[in-house]
């Protein structure tokens, strides 16, 4: 009786072990997770940081920041078929993270994205007489200020599926 138990807890554990989405890796970027997206199903990866950055796609199916991998409250995810190597972006605190510089709190960078073309915002406080810019765009879509991307104090908003990068400048008059 005693070696069934065992035998069905050793199945247990190292049947479900190898079907994990996340990894620890070393990449030579610090801590690192490899997350996967599995029959292009959504899969939520639990990690200690509070942002993640794409170090390298795994998969043939792109991953797009918004779209197909993105961090929220519970963590990391992706989702459609997006698989990759993900590290911390930086924003934390634990050891080896980010060391701010004498700007830290007056000009950073943050995502957005409009996902189904539909109206997104992010908000982020940009300050009394901040700004945003479109630093890089990372959507297919176009991104023009005015029409499918703006901000406002409060934070940026996206639509009809712009999505990218943008320089928060709390330094600007």
Request: net charge positive; proline share 4%.
């Amino acid at each position: 009786m005693t070696m069934r138990i065992l035998a069905a807890l050793a199945v247990l554990v190292f049947g479900i072990w190898p079907a994990t989405a996340a990894r620890a890796q070393d990449y030579g970027y610090g801590d690192t997770v490899e997350c996967r997206s599995r029959n292009y199903n959504y899969q939520s990866c639990p990690v200690p940081w509070r942002d993640a950055r794409l170090i390298r796609q795994l998969s043939d199916t792109q991953c797009i920041r918004g779209r197909t991998w993105g961090f929220d409250r519970r963590g990391l995810w992706v989702d459609r078929g997006c698989s990759g190597v993900f590290a911390d972006a930086g924003y934390g605190s634990g050891p080896g993270g980010w060391r701010p510089g004498p700007d830290w709190d007056r000009r950073f960078s943050v995502g957005c994205a409009s996902s189904g073309y539909q109206y997104q915002f992010c908000a982020v406080d940009l300050g009394r007489g901040g700004r945003a810019y479109l630093d890089r765009q990372t959507s297919n879509s176009p991104c023009v200020e005015g029409s499918t991307w703006g901000w406002n104090r409060a934070g940026i908003w996206v639509d009809q599926g712009c999505a990218g990068v943008f320089v928060i400048d709390r330094r600007w008059r």
